[in-house]
Structures are given as structure tokens and as C-alpha cells.
């Protein structure tokens, strides 16, 4: 529903939506035709990185500093100023753990709505010079 939302918004503008239809290899290909990727901060996040894309990735219980991205002008980590943000303080998440969290309210992902990202992505596209269009003008 979300995602639809932000679609509607983004009209005009090519967007690519490949969620569980590509390999690793194509999704690096993909990325590499991208002028901003804006999703999280796993394996996508690092893809876009090596290849050199703009990323605009979205942090949840992880530790943004401990993987911020190198070049801060072309790429944003976002992330919701909490007091339990990143899980390490709070206990919840350990080093080293491949599981999630167990976190009885996941807040630092469930407060990030639609419209926070919408914004972020459309002044990483300004910073980075790339026209935007008005929403239900169609691109230039």
C-alpha cells in the first residue's frame, strides 16, 4: 500500500521496481543505470555503493555510523533519532547476531513514513542535479 503511494507520487519519473526478479549480477546492472537507489541498508544499499550509485539508504536498528557511507555529498544515510537506535544500546541487538531484533515495537522502521522518504529522495536528487518533475506532469 505504501509502496503504491510513493509510486503515485513519483509520476513521470522511471522507477524501477525488480523486488525478488533479479540476480545479484543483473541487480548491479541495474543499479549502475540508476541516478539515486532509495532502499535499506543491506545488500542493496552496499550493492549500489560498489558500483558508484547515489544511494539514499534507510536505516532501521543497525548502526549508521558503523557502515555510513564513504562520500556523504552523493550519498544519505537516513535514520530516526532515537534513544533506543541502533539496538546495540538498548542490548536488543548483539554483534555478530544474523537475527533480527526482538524489539517489541520496531519503531526506528515503523515511524519512517512515505512522505519522510519522499522528501529525502527529492533533495538527494536536487543536491545531485537531477531534474525532477512535478508530480502528474509527466517527465520533461
Request: aromatic letters at 4%.
Amino acid at each position: 500500500e505504501e509502496i503504491a503511494s510513493l509510486l503515485e507520487r513519483l509520476d513521470g519519473r522511471r522507477v524501477i521496481m525488480a523486488m525478488g526478479d533479479t540476480s545479484v549480477l543483473v541487480t548491479a546492472a541495474l543499479l549502475q543505470e540508476c541516478r539515486l537507489m532509495a532502499g535499506g541498508d543491506s545488500g542493496i544499499g552496499h550493492l549500489a555503493l560498489a558500483v558508484g550509485t547515489p544511494a539514499l539508504r534507510i536505516f532501521g536498528p543497525s548502526d549508521g555510523p558503523g557502515y555510513a557511507a564513504i562520500d556523504q555529498q552523493k550519498n544519505v544515510d537516513f535514520a530516526l533519532s532515537l534513544d533506543c537506535r541502533p539496538c546495540l544500546v538498548s542490548g536488543i541487538f548483539r554483534p555478530g547476531a544474523l537475527s533480527y531484533p526482538v524489539c517489541p515495537h520496531k519503531n526506528c522502521l515503523n515511524q519512517v513514513s512515505v512522505d519522510m522518504v519522499y522528501v529525502s529522495v527529492s533533495n538527494q536528487m536536487t543536491r545531485l542535479g537531477v531534474a525532477l518533475t512535478q508530480p502528474g506532469r509527466g517527465a520533461p
